[in-house]
């Protein structure tokens, strides 16, 4: 699986747009990146998976350079509740275990 | 409401005293999975099965036994439990097709082992 790189924790304020890139320098070419937002004592949520250029769901936006090196997920408009640990993961079609490895990801703070 | 759940949410035990956390999903999953996680580590697997009947171990199966008898149910049984096993334990599931990364996870147990 290959390595992810995020910012340790971020802070923002309610309305902001709010961006927070992940780096893979060794992404294969069947992997795909995948985000998932966990709140304290809660599980981790499925956010948005994409393999190139953008992807966009009613949640978020994932962009993804030529590349594919890094990938950036934007939160519009953030609100007090966008508050959590936010996690890149990067891996191919795991047909198998399907074990995902959450690294330590970013903690998102959004403040009033 | 298409959902993971388990039960208990919250157990304190002590150490040896048999216990079962049950999962259920109610989205016809084919895979399901035990998680763990600990500050500093991460989320590990535990057990994980595809489908009715089949079963195996991940990263960190020992002092664990599962099972699946029925495709919406995976229950997490510690025999015999150890202060080590304190943690909080995630079920996941998803759908057999697509890229195996959009699981649905459970609320999630807090053991505590004394």
């Known amino acids: 699986l290959a390595k992810t790189t995020q910012p340790i924790s971020m802070d923002s304020y309610e309305g902001q747009e709010v961006n927070i890139t992940c780096s893979h320098n060794n992404i294969a070419t069947n992997d795909y990146i995948t985000w998932y937002q966990q709140f304290p004592s809660q599980g981790p949520r499925f956010i948005i998976q994409?393999?190139?250029t953008k992807v966009t769901n009613e949640v978020a936006s994932l962009f993804i350079p030529a590349d594919r090196k890094s990938s950036t997920l934007s939160l519009p408009r953030v609100s007090l509740s966008d508050t959590a640990v936010y996690y890149c993961l990067v891996g191919d079609r795991n047909t198998g275990r399907r074990a995902l490895t959450f690294g330590s990801g970013t903690r998102l703070q959004v403040q009033p | 409401e298409a959902q993971v759940t388990q039960n208990p949410r919250y157990l304190i035990t002590v150490t040896g005293k048999k216990l079962t956390v049950t999962c259920s999903q109610n989205?016809?999953?084919?895979?399901m999975s035990w998680y763990r996680q600990d500050p500093g580590l991460g989320l590990r697997q535990i057990y994980y099965?595809?489908?009715?009947?089949?079963?195996d171990k991940g990263d960190v199966p020992e002092g664990y036994k599962v099972s699946r008898k029925e495709k919406r149910n995976f229950p997490l049984i510690l025999e015999s439990p150890s202060p080590n096993q304190t943690s909080l334990y995630f079920c996941a599931s998803s759908h057999q097709s697509g890229t195996g990364h959009e699981q649905y996870f459970g609320p999630g147990t807090r053991l505590t082992v004394t």
């Open positions: 989205m016809n999953h084919e895979y």
């Open positions: 994409g393999y190139k």
């Open positions: 099965s595809m489908n009715v009947e089949v079963t």
